[in-house]
């Protein structure tokens, strides 16, 4: 130690020196690697060739090939092109190596049962309920090959009529809606009667009379024409079931507070007259 202070600090000082225990001998020790490498030096023996060494040599055409370390069982398997890790999922798990071995015993017993007769057709049983079977599956498939000719002569390619301006039949448009629950009179007051004749004279001009006071008249029951709301519907119960539905569409509308179905008022909650500007002093910038 140097310094002034040397005094001061050397009784806190103290050197220890061990003393020699017994006679043994404990020489330093070398591992045997480090002593072969000092010995082949020695002897000037060829080092091992390293990859640098060798990517010198090839120059351009050197390729590293870590595959050739690898220590495995078979070395004929060390450059196979089959990857350890494929899509997160090891490969080996879902490798068996028993899988050959298994293979040829499942030949094998497949062998021994088409040698024992299990896989011979039995002749099929033609009893009455499989005749009954096929028989109603005949039948179906000409129904609908029948079927498939009905719609190609339905589908025309030549110019098509709108469907306003086809004749419909009065006993065909009275049959369909029979078949759709539809209560249909053959009275000549009946609703599209009254329509069609309605409609007839709204187009036809009429003769200008002279003017006169209009007179109450009561309006035939047969002549009212039928609400919207209920047009198209079968009976009562299919009028309230669709009431009850419309009621129900309403429903997330009330919860809004919307006044009606034309109610799309977006509200601006942040005001640029009320936000805008700065103020002249102090820490607030804004209103």
Same mark, same amino acid.
């Given at each position: 130690?140097?310094?002034?202070?040397?005094?001061?600090?050397?009784?806190?000082?103290?050197?220890?020196?061990?003393?020699?225990?017994?006679?043994?001998?404990?020489?330093?020790?070398?591992?045997?690697?480090?002593?072969?490498? @000092?010995?082949?030096?020695?002897?000037?023996?060829?080092? #091992? =060739?390293?990859?640098? /060494?060798?990517?010198?040599? +090839? *120059?351009?055409?050197?390729?590293?090939?870590?595959?050739?370390?690898?220590?495995?069982?078979?070395?004929?398997?060390?450059?196979?092109?089959?990857?350890?890790?494929?899509?997160?999922?090891?490969?080996?798990?879902?490798?068996?190596?028993?899988?050959?071995?298994?293979?040829?015993?499942?030949?094998?017993?497949?062998?021994?049962?088409?040698?024992?007769?299990?896989?011979?057709?039995?002749?099929?049983?033609?009893?009455?309920?499989?005749?009954?079977?096929?028989?109603?599956?005949?039948?179906?498939?000409?129904?609908?090959?029948?079927?498939?000719?009905?719609?190609?002569?339905?589908?025309?390619?030549?110019? @098509?009529?709108?469907?306003?301006?086809?004749?419909?039949? #009065? =006993?065909?448009?009275? /049959?369909?809606?029979?078949? +759709? *629950?539809?209560?249909?009179?053959?009275?000549?007051?009946?609703?599209?009667?009254?329509?069609?004749?309605?409609?007839?004279?709204?187009?036809?001009?009429?003769?200008?009379?002279?003017?006169?006071?209009?007179?109450?008249?009561?309006?035939?029951?047969?002549?009212?024409?039928?609400?919207?709301?209920?047009?198209?519907?079968?009976?009562?119960?299919?009028?309230?079931?669709?009431?009850?539905?419309?009621?129900?569409?309403?429903?997330?509308?009330?919860?809004?507070?919307?006044?009606?179905?034309?109610?799309?008022?977006?509200?601006?909650?942040?005001?640029?007259?009320?936000?805008?500007?700065?103020?002249?002093?102090?820490?607030?910038?804004?209103?």
């Amino acid at each position: 130690m140097k310094g002034n202070k040397v005094n001061e600090v050397l009784n806190r000082l103290h050197l220890a020196v061990p003393n020699k225990r017994d006679d043994k001998e404990r020489p330093p020790f070398i591992p045997e690697g480090v002593v072969a490498r @000092r010995r082949r030096m020695e002897t000037g023996e060829p080092r #091992r =060739k390293r990859e640098r /060494d060798i990517e010198l040599e +090839l *120059g351009d055409d050197y390729v590293l090939d870590l595959q050739k370390y690898w220590d495995i069982m078979n070395l004929s398997e060390k450059h196979d092109k089959i990857p350890e890790i494929w899509e997160g999922h090891n490969v080996a798990d879902y490798i068996d190596p028993d899988i050959m071995q298994k293979l040829e015993e499942l030949e094998k017993e497949e062998e021994l049962r088409a040698a024992a007769g299990e896989y011979d057709s039995e002749p099929e049983s033609d009893d009455e309920e499989m005749g009954e079977i096929r028989q109603l599956a005949k039948a179906i498939r000409e129904k609908k090959k029948l079927k498939i000719l009905q719609s190609k002569e339905k589908d025309t390619q030549g110019p @098509r009529m709108p469907r306003t301006a086809k004749k419909v039949q #009065r =006993k065909a448009l009275e /049959d369909e809606m029979r078949s +759709l *629950g539809v209560a249909v009179g053959g009275d000549e007051n009946a609703h599209y009667a009254v329509q069609a004749r309605l409609s007839r004279s709204v187009t036809r001009k009429r003769k200008r009379e002279d003017s006169v006071a209009p007179t109450p008249v009561a309006r035939s029951r047969s002549c009212s024409r039928t609400p919207r709301d209920v047009s198209g519907l079968r009976d009562a119960k299919m009028v309230k079931k669709t009431k009850t539905m419309m009621k129900k569409a309403q429903r997330k509308m009330n919860r809004s507070g919307r006044k009606g179905e034309a109610d799309r008022h977006v509200f601006d909650m942040k005001p640029k007259h009320l936000l805008s500007g700065k103020r002249k002093a102090g820490k607030k910038d804004r209103r």
